[in-house]
């Protein structure tokens, strides 16, 4: 009787393939560097399918409620854009860029991961770039209040 592969196991199988070390190996995932980024990459399993899950964390973090709301707006206007992509503030308020998808074998499972590690990395790109700009919008919008009311 043939054990089948873990989704941990093809992940890593797949990673090894492109020359990518693994830096830490969880229970479900793995967590290996792409693109001066480190990802962590599980896997789930219901029922019905497999599915794998990319995290992109540590680019950034709001440290007030202005930074908050920025980061809130920039998370929005990219995942509504990206659509392959989610954004968003975790409990501790840092930034979250995932990526999930289903897959039948070994050689979907690599096809879906190369488009949600670079997926993944857009967003990372775009939210660079992206929050900057609201963030001034902001305080355009937040001085003008200011100033019209006092």
Same mark, same amino acid.
Request: charged share 30%; with cysteine; proline share 1%.
């Given at each position: ?53 990319? &995290?992109? @964390? ?5 440290? =007030? ?6 980061? *809130?707006?920039?998370?929005?206007? /990219? ?25 039948? &074998?070994? @050689? ?5 991961? =190369? ?6 990395? *857009?967003?990372?790109?775009?939210? /660079? ?22």
């Amino acid at each position: 009787m043939e054990m089948k592969t873990t989704g941990k196991e093809l992940i890593k199988r797949v990673l090894e393939k492109w020359r990518f070390p693994v830096v830490v190996e969880g229970e479900s995932g793995v967590l290996f560097r792409y693109q001066m980024s480190y990802v962590q990459v599980s896997h789930s399993q219901n029922e019905n399918a497999d599915a794998i899950i990319i &995290n992109l @964390e540590g680019i950034f973090t709001a440290d =007030n409620e202005a930074e908050v709301l920025a980061a *809130l707006k920039t998370c929005n206007e /990219l995942t509504c854009n990206l659509l392959q992509v989610k954004l968003y503030l975790n409990s501790e308020n840092k930034l979250v860029i995932a990526s999930e998808f289903f897959y039948k &074998n070994e @050689e979907d499972l690599e096809d879906l991961l =190369n488009i949600g590690l670079q997926s993944v990395i *857009l967003g990372k790109k775009r939210f /660079l770039e992206r929050y900057p700009e609201i963030e001034e919008e902001m305080k355009l919008i937040s001085e003008i209040e200011n100033s019209t009311f006092a």
